[in-house]
């Protein structure tokens, strides 16, 4: 339920921190506990715009709207539940020790914690209501974060804060230096941005060569719309979901609603199939390294596998309209 606001890799990253800190030495609880994570947090990610990368291209393409993602929340929650289930049999019955010290939230915390779901319903809001780009309404809530940044910077010189340790190398923002937008900034993972745009470059190549209509003659109109949706979802875990996704939406197949859905679906799922198939798992194995591992992760790939096949079957019930 976190993954749908603050996207999948986050999800991941902030979820695998506490299980790494409750299950601290403790491998039989962390394996299922990580791949539980990555697990929940692409089939959350499925069934919203923000939820994913693969979700927020769907949604900017116009081919779903914002409230009609919420159609797959039964087979996302379908996707995770059968191998929760499934793994729950093998977590260890113990019970983590209590944590004595005191976690504060530092002044202006619950501020920045407002302003990011002002910046979610404002993207929305003009996606939805003045048919603007996404990306306004979430530059919008960056200038007012940069704001409200410069009101926490002002109080925390105020009160002293700025006394910065002299051996700290030039760039970085110790925990005692005034807040900072844009050192935050310049910490953003630029080396994944530019995988993206690596990716959309080879893709558009792709299309422009004529290579993206040969394979849509030979995967939607050879093999149908539903096989070809399922087995998008089965190649995202080996090529990663992004490439993938793009692909399909570069050669824009005529589709019914519920296969732009499926696709959508498999896509964000599929992933999961592998820690190498989204960005959650890749970004899980660093967290929890030589813990959470890929051989870790294809021990429970059959489990994996039933709830993707449930979730694919449960669409077509209860979204059959669509088709």
């Not at 921190?17 to 299922?32: D, I, K, Q, W």
């Not at 530059?139 to 010189?157: D, N, P, T």
């Not at 992004?242 to 296969?259: D, K, R, T, Y």
Request: with cysteine; hydrophobic share 55%; glycine share 10%.
């Amino acid at each position: 339920m976190l993954s749908p606001v603050l996207d999948n890799l986050t999800t991941a990253l902030v979820l695998g921190a506490v299980a790494l800190n409750v299950g601290r030495g403790n491998p039989r609880f962390l394996v299922p506990a990580c791949i539980n994570i990555v697990v929940a947090a692409n089939a959350g990610g499925a069934f919203s715009p923000f939820g994913d990368i693969t979700t927020l291209m769907v949604w900017q393409k116009g081919l779903v709207s914002f409230f009609e993602f919420f159609a797959l929340f039964l087979p996302s929650l379908v996707n995770w539940l059968v191998p929760a289930l499934c793994m729950h049999f093998a977590v260890p019955q113990a019970q983590p020790q209590a944590e004595a010290s005191v976690t504060h939230v530092k002044p202006g915390g619950y501020g920045v914690m407002i302003l990011f779901a002002v910046t979610v319903a404002f993207t929305v809001l003009l996606h939805q209501w003045l048919h603007l780009p996404s990306f306004l309404g979430m530059m919008s809530g960056l200038g007012l974060l940069m704001i409200q940044g410069h009101f926490i910077r002002r109080a925390e010189l105020r009160a002293g804060v700025a006394a910065v340790p002299q051996q700290v190398p030039d760039g970085l923002k110790p925990a005692r230096k005034p807040f900072d937008v844009f050192i935050s900034a310049k910490r953003v993972e630029w080396d994944t941005l530019l995988f993206f745009y690596g990716v959309v470059m080879c893709v558009g190549g792709l299309g422009a060569f004529g290579y993206l209509s040969w394979l849509s003659t030979h995967s939607y109109a050879s093999l149908g719309p539903s096989t070809t949706n399922v087995a998008v979802g089965l190649a995202s875990a080996i090529i990663d979901n992004i490439p993938i996704m793009f692909a399909v939406l570069a050669m824009n197949p005529e589709m019914s609603h519920g296969q732009w859905l499926l696709v959508t679906l498999t896509a964000g799922v599929g992933g999961s199939l592998l820690s190498i198939g989204s960005a959650a798992g890749v970004a899980l194995m660093g967290q929890a390294h030589g813990i959470y591992t890929f051989m870790a992760h294809l021990k429970w790939i059959w489990a994996i596998a039933l709830g993707y096949a449930a979730s694919i079957w449960v669409h077509f019930l209860v979204n059959g309209a669509l088709f």
